[in-house]
T-cell receptor, first 114, second 112 residues
């Protein structure tokens, strides 16, 4: 089954404790992306990657890191989480053969930083 | 900077009505526009994708149109059902920046 998976689905952590949220897709998609969703602000893009070893900042990259060492995986790293990073996080992927195609989303990761 | 707006923020209609959701964007330089559905506490489900060269796409009771020159897209839902109750989001893929910009959504409630 074609899908985007994220782990963990729920995470409660404390300020300053490094964490990684994993994202994996099995559709051989070039483009992968991370979003956060906050009430009243909608979905905002954090980072995106157009292929292996190619990443770039979205609109809200501060406090986050990403890497794309393999085509299927795109982990999101919070080196020193703070309470303002409490949010619902989504990973997404799509084909990108010269132009973008339909985005597929993972189920989301609800992160709480205390 | 590209901005995407969805009006109204919330909508409540009786079952069976045809309805239109609106999405407007400020910069016509886009690759595509995609409509999504999101159920409470869930992920996003893609409904329709319109490439920049297209004017509309249809899937079942859904029809989405795109007018790049005016910066507008509409999602038409025919014969609405209670199961259509969800938040509907539109997103544009901005040319040149390779970024997706989302609207804040329209929360739809269809009353039985």
């Amino acid at each position: 089954e074609a899908q985007v998976t994220q782990n963990p689905r729920y995470l409660i952590t404390v300020t300053g404790k490094k964490l990684t949220v994993t994202c994996s897709q099995n559709m051989n998609h070039e483009y992968m992306s991370w979003y956060r969703q906050d009430p009243g602000l909608g979905l905002r893009q954090i980072y995106y990657s157009m292929n292996v070893e190619v990443t770039d900042k979205g609109d809200v990259p501060e406090g986050y890191k990403v890497s794309r060492k393999e085509k299927r995986n795109f982990p999101l790293i919070l080196e020193s989480p703070s309470p303002n990073q409490t949010s619902l996080y989504f990973c997404a992927s799509s084909l990108f053969g010269g132009r973008p195609y339909e985005q597929y989303f993972g189920p989301g990761t609800r992160l709480t930083v205390t | 900077k590209q901005e995407v707006t969805q009006i109204p923020a919330a909508l409540s209609v009786p079952e069976g009505e045809n309805l239109v959701l609106n999405c407007s964007f400020t910069d016509s330089a886009i690759y595509n526009l995609q409509w999504f559905r999101q159920d409470p506490g869930k992920g996003l489900t893609s409904l329709l994708l319109i490439q920049s060269s297209q004017r509309e796409q249809t899937s079942g009771r859904l029809n989405a149109s795109l007018d790049k020159s005016s910066g507008r897209s509409t999602l038409y839902i025919a014969a609405s059902q209670p199961g259509d109750s969800a938040t509907y989001l539109c997103a544009v893929f901005a040319s040149g920046t390779y970024k997706y910009i989302f609207g804040t959504g329209t929360r739809l409630k269809v009353l039985a």
